[in-house]
């Protein structure tokens, strides 16, 4: 099945719902490049409002080819130059015109050592074709320079009813049942991004053909937790920082859980001895970080441990890596498991016997639950007695008697 968000890309610049302004200027520079004082178009927005399928409807309108590069595979100078600059001076296939699409070059880097900003601003004076870049946030310093010699056209959030529009084409297309309502309160939750809409509607209708008002809100309270398998994605399959950053702002498992994924999935992607030896360079840093926080209880250590696992794993390897890749729990996942269960039972009875003895639970764990536990095991009237009086559980009164 072909994802819905690639199947109804829109042809023409007409199709392009909710950026009118944005796209007549895009095609006003695109249609006259050689007269334009700024050598490149900075589309600029929030994900999912249209800026990249513009670029390719547009260019299919005026039958222009697009040489299209994602910026998050082509961050340093030399790799800027060797993607990039040669096919700025290099005739289209067939003598067609041309367009050069950098993509998402919120991830290219600044900094001196790497350059890929200041090497593609020195590449824009010598394009023989219009170049299209794309970016979430442009305001960035390290952009100043760029923007200077750009074109800016604002793309702004898609109102609701623009996305409903979107997804009331694709629901007659692919003739999906649905209440008007319940598209609605899609369109609603999409913040603007239409191509996250598309993706949701997808998902939610590949199996009934039907939106529903239950399957919504299902999806709903799904996204509000990210798994810890989406999380490694984001980390291990990106290049992006800004990507794997948020990797574990929403997943269940805590920290020492995060380092066990990692250290048993990063040899199962990283194939490469040089971006695995980087990684565990990363990943054995955060640990040392971890444990200072053990000790000395310095929880500002916590930003520079979430960095080295996230943005610092995923920029450890010199690119993507293709294909699909089973990521799988440690066995020391399973025992910590194990461990965190047993410290839980515990720490319930010892609240117990705290309530009927006017304790606090740490009294309740050193003096009276170690007591209790023995002559639990010895004397089968005491045994009784207590699960009666605690109300113990039966894997409560389990542990009690090991």
């Not at 994900?47 to 910026?71: C, D, W």
């Not at 990943?283 to 040392?288: G, H, I, T």
């Amino acid at each position: 099945m072909h994802p819905y968000a690639k199947k109804f890309l829109p042809e023409k610049s007409s199709d392009i719902i909710g950026q009118d302004m944005a796209v007549n200027e895009l095609k006003d520079y695109i249609s006259n490049y050689k007269s334009q004082k700024k050598k490149a178009a900075l589309l600029f927005g929030p994900t999912g409002t249209g800026k990249t399928s513009s670029v390719h409807s547009i260019a299919n309108e005026m039958g222009l080819e697009i040489l299209e590069v994602n910026a998050s595979d082509t961050r340093n100078a030399e790799e800027i130059n060797q993607r990039i600059g040669a096919a700025m001076g290099q005739q289209s296939l067939f003598s067609k015109g041309k367009i050069i699409l950098l993509d998402e070059i919120d991830g290219l880097s600044g900094t001196g050592d790497r350059g890929g900003i200041q090497a593609l601003i020195s590449l824009l004076e010598k394009s023989a074709f219009p170049v299209v870049l794309t970016a979430t946030n442009p305001w960035d310093n390290k952009f100043s320079k760029l923007r200077s010699k750009s074109e800016m056209i604002a793309f702004n959030p898609l109102e609701a009813d623009d996305v409903f529009s979107i997804l009331k084409k694709i629901c007659a297309a692919e003739k999906i049942k649905h209440d008007d309502s319940v598209l609605k309160g899609l369109a609603r939750r999409s913040g603007g991004d239409a191509r996250a809409s598309i993706n949701d509607l997808q998902m939610l209708t590949m199996l009934s053909g039907e939106l529903t008002k239950e399957s919504l809100e299902e999806l709903s309270e799904r996204n509000r937790e990210e798994t810890i398998l989406s999380a490694l994605t984001r980390i291990l399959k990106t290049t992006d920082p800004k990507v794997a950053l948020a990797a574990f702002d929403n997943v269940r498992e805590n920290l020492d859980e995060q380092l066990l994924w990692l250290d048993e999935n990063i040899p199962r992607e990283y194939t490469n001895p040089e971006d695995l030896a980087r990684a565990y360079e990363k990943l054995s840093r955060a640990d040392v970080f971890n444990r200072r926080i053990r000790r000395w209880q310095h929880w500002r250590f916590l930003v520079y441990i979430n960095e080295l696992i996230t943005a610092g794993i995923a920029l450890s390897k010199d690119e993507k890596y293709r294909g699909f890749t089973e990521y799988k729990p440690t066995g020391r996942i399973l025992k910590l498991w194990w461990a965190k269960q047993k410290s839980m039972k515990k720490k319930a009875i010892a609240e117990k016997i705290a309530e009927r003895t006017h304790t606090s639970v740490k009294d309740a764990l050193k003096s009276s639950l170690p007591y209790m536990q023995h002559t639990f095991r010895k004397s089968k009237q005491f045994r009784e007695e207590l699960t009666k009086e605690l109300e113990l559980s039966r894997e409560e009164a389990e542990w009690m008697g090991k």
